[in-house]
């Protein structure tokens, strides 16, 4: 069916009882521009809406619910269908200094379906269908006095019993450390069937990636503007259908705070994302970001994406202190890396006098310094400071004002407490807050970005995974490195920048490190952050050979562009990205045996060098290298490689 056809293609099922006509079925079909996806959306002859997706004429969604409940009325059932939109082309391009692409372009078809509720309340449907996927909202039109507020959300996706899920439990509520879950920082379930049950009961996080045949899905959301919870799978999938889930009761702000969405009207809900296609497809897409809410801000010469030093990780509390710090000044000055993050305990251990002393020096190194915060009110018992500097507005603009003055650059600001919609505020407060004093920002122990980058372009990066830090802790989570770093660049890092503070090239004290030195070298180009926080220290660079060092030095801090090369989520990961005239192609391996690969370069032009694995625990090696369209490539167990061509 032709796209100009596909306005035309509502049809209607008329049900009987003898010889009459009792009810209507309403369907209606929606094709990506390239009309290999399609979307069925439904209204059934009780009322309740539903959708489906199909690619290439395969089904790829079944039927899934749709639906709200507000707490003055229900939109899941007994609806009624007013009107329906035109189909209408949607296309755009916007760029963001921070992700996988400079240039952003989307194209998309979008159709409207006008409904009410059996008391003649509105709702809206809105659907858009790409090339790379289908994204939906909510919409309730009119206006309001008084705030409304959601009790459910019906929507689902319901995949076939054959699909198979990369999936991420999200951690109860005031769990774990000083009760500092929930903050995205569980172990990916590898390829378990749909339908299997949630270890923890909040459920699985965004972004869920599944497998259905040939085609790969990721689900997440996008565009929250801080009128609706974060939300999440619910742990129960009946027969492949996962349902939308809400934050638990203690993830709010103060007990009196909003936990479940509410707004007055009009008001649009987050978009539901469905990325959809090739693996290849799904690497490369931008739908996540595509839909998020453009920024309102002007002035954006501040924000410069970097590299930074950061000794926390591999040195723990005693490392800051005001010599240590001073050099990793030098350190990151050495390396031609743009900052230096000082962590916890700063304002203790250093002083305000004396940061801003280390500020002033690292400026005249060209090093801007960043300081970590502590989030936290009552909904933890974190014992780290500065504390509470975050609370309340008047707070928090008082101390970025004295930032600004100090020339301090950024924040890392950690320890947050859930997702419930004044949460969803409280970050958005931040970051409008510090964008007036021009301060970046790094949220840790913390929610996922949702596309926050577009809207903020001030948020640098945001932790939200299973890092660089758990692997200094045990050794069980440094074993499950390997499958863990090679899912991650499907999942987690898709759309949103990722703060996993990646690459040690020499000891993690008292863990023996199971990845090779190749392996954490291709990290800080596979995993994408604003701010790339590198986890090795200055003694542990010392071990490493110039050219490796001339490459850190040289390495891009935004890209141009990406190609997906090869890949499968827990066993391998080769990601080509593009920063001017130059390619990066950097690659692992997540399984425990040596593999060969055979790698379609032949879209780069030119010839470069391979940094990968030497014969030695903690050597590299390197050669040239000539791209073709059957480059061979072999990889140790849990090793890697980067490529560089110009």
């Known amino acids: ?316 509390d005693d490392s800051t202190v005001y010599h240590v710090q001073k050099r990793f000044v030098d350190y990151a000055a050495d390396m031609n890396w743009e900052y230096c993050l000082v962590d916890a305990e700063w304002d203790k251990r250093i002083g305000y006098e004396k940061i801003a002393e280390l500020s002033e020096y690292a400026q005249s190194k060209k090093v801007g310094l960043i300081l970590w915060y502590n989030s936290a009110g009552a909904w933890n018992s974190t014992p780290y400071t500065p504390r509470n500097q975050m609370l309340t507005r008047e707070s928090r603009r008082a101390e970025f004002a004295r930032l600004q003055k100090m020339g301090i650059k950024g924040v890392k600001i950690d320890f947050f407490g859930g997702d419930g919609q004044s949460f969803m505020q409280y970050y958005q407060d931040i970051l409008r807050d510090a964008a007036d004093h021009k301060i970046l920002v790094n949220f840790h122990g913390a929610t996922l970005p949702r596309g926050l980058q577009v809207t903020y372009p001030n948020l640098m990066t945001m932790e939200s995974v299973k890092g660089m830090e758990f692997r200094t802790f045990a050794q069980v989570t440094e074993d499950m490195q390997p499958a863990h770093c090679t899912t991650i660049p499907f999942t987690r890092n898709v759309f949103d920048p990722m703060d996993y503070t990646p690459m040690v090239l020499h000891k993690i004290p008292n863990i023996k490190r199971k990845t090779s030195n190749g392996f954490e070298l291709a990290l800080p180009i596979l995993f994408t952050s604003g701010i790339q926080h590198m986890a090795e220290t200055p003694e542990g660079m010392a071990h490493v050979p110039d050219y490796v060092k001339q490459h850190l030095r040289s390495l891009p801090s935004t890209w141009d562009d990406i190609r997906f090369i090869d890949g499968f989520p827990g066993k391998r990961a080769v990601i080509a990205r593009k920063s001017g005239n130059k390619w990066y192609v950097a690659g692992i391996n997540g399984e425990g045996t040596e593999k060969e690969l055979t790698l379609d370069l032949s879209f780069i032009p030119g010839k470069g060098k391979m940094i990968t694995d030497g014969k030695e625990e903690f050597s590299f090696s390197q050669a040239d290298i000539v791209p073709s369209r059957t480059t061979s490539v072999k990889l140790k167990p849990a090793g890697g490689f980067v490529m560089v061509f110009e």
């Open 1 to 316: 069916m032709m796209i100009r056809d596909l306005k035309k293609s509502c049809f209607f099922l008329l049900l009987f009882a003898g010889s009459s006509a009792v009810a209507q079925v309403k369907s209606f079909k929606i094709a990506s521009p390239n009309e290999k996806i399609v979307l069925t959306f439904n209204v059934s002859v009780s009322g309740e809406p539903s959708y489906a997706i199909s690619r290439n004429n395969v089904q790829v969604l079944e039927p899934s619910k749709l639906g709200l409940v507000r707490a003055d009325g229900d939109y899941s059932r007994n609806l009624r269908l007013l009107s329906v939109s035109g189909l209408e082309g949607i296309a755009g391009q916007y760029e963001t200094l921070v992700g996988k692409r400079r240039v952003n372009r989307y194209s998309a078809h979008q159709q409207v379906f006008h409904l009410s509720n059996s008391a003649g309340k509105a709702l809206d449907m809105i659907f858009r269908v790409s090339d790379d996927g289908v994204a939906f909202r909510y919409y309730f039109p009119g206006q309001s006095a008084d705030l409304k507020k959601i009790t459910n959300e019906l929507t689902s996706f319901n995949f076939p019993e054959r699909a198979r899920g990369w999936l991420q439990p999200m951690a109860d509520a005031q769990t774990g450390w000083e009760r500092s879950n929930p903050s995205y920082e569980e172990n990916y379930e590898q390829g378990i069937s749909v339908g299997t049950k949630s270890p923890i009961r909040a459920g699985w996080v965004f972004p869920a990636l599944f497998q259905n045949g040939d085609t790969w899905v990721l689900i997440t959301e996008s565009a929250s503007e801080g009128n609706y919870a974060g939300t999440r799978l619910k742990p129960d999938s009946p027969a492949g259908e996962y349902s939308i889930g809400f934050p638990q009761s203690p993830e709010v702000f103060s007990p009196q705070a909003a936990l479940l969405p509410e707004s007055k009207l009009p008001w649009y809900t987050p978009w539901r994302i469905i990325a959809l296609g090739s693996l290849k497809t799904i690497t490369e897409s931008t739908l996540g970001t595509d839909l998020a809410k453009p920024t309102a801000e002007r002035d954006l010469s501040y924000i410069k994406p970097g590299k930074s030093a950061w000794s926390w990780v591999l040195m723990k």
